[in-house]
C-alpha cells in the first residue's frame, strides 16, 4: 500500500505560479514513475505531467512550457511547479505513484491515491 499526501494548493490569479509538493510512502518499489493528475468540475481525471525514477519528464500538451515537474528521490517527494497559471487550470490536484515503459510516453497510475489539493485560478 502507497499512501500520498499533496500540498500546496490555492488559489492565485492568471499568470501567477504555485508549487505543489507530494510526499509518496509505504511499498513504492514496484513503481518506476510518479506523476501528476488533475480532475476539473465535471470532467474526468486527465494526466498532467509524470517522472520516471531516472528524472525523465513527460508533459500533457496543455501544460508544457508552463509546468514542470521534478523529484527528490530520497524523499519520495515530487513537485510541480506550475508558472503562467490560467483559468482553464483550475482543478483538483493529484500526485500518484505508477509505471511507465522508459522511452515512450505510457503511465500506467497505481491504485493509490491521495487528497489532492485545490488549485483555483481566478482574478
Known amino acids: 500500500q502507497v499512501q500520498l499526501v499533496e500540498s500546496g494548493g490555492g488559489l492565485v490569479q492568471p499568470g501567477g505560479s504555485l508549487r505543489l509538493s507530494c510526499a509518496a510512502s509505504?511499498?513504492?518499489?514496484?513503481?518506476?514513475?510518479m506523476g501528476w493528475y488533475r480532475q476539473a468540475p465535471g470532467k474526468q481525471r486527465e494526466l498532467v505531467a509524470f517522472?520516471?525514477?531516472?528524472?525523465?519528464?513527460n508533459y500533457a500538451d496543455s501544460v508544457k512550457g508552463r509546468f514542470t515537474i521534478s523529484r527528490d528521490n530520497a524523499k519520495n517527494t515530487a513537485y510541480l511547479q506550475m508558472n503562467s497559471l490560467k483559468p482553464e487550470d483550475t482543478a483538483i490536484y493529484y500526485c500518484?505513484?505508477?509505471?511507465?515503459?522508459?522511452?515512450?510516453?505510457?503511465?500506467?497510475?497505481?491504485?493509490?491515491w491521495g487528497q489532492g489539493t485545490q488549485v483555483s485560478v481566478s482574478s
Open positions: 509505504g511499498s513504492t518499489d514496484s513503481f518506476n514513475a
Open positions: 517522472m520516471t525514477n531516472g528524472g525523465t519528464a
Open positions: 500518484n505513484v505508477g509505471v511507465t515503459i522508459i522511452g515512450t510516453t505510457w503511465y500506467r497510475p497505481g491504485d493509490s
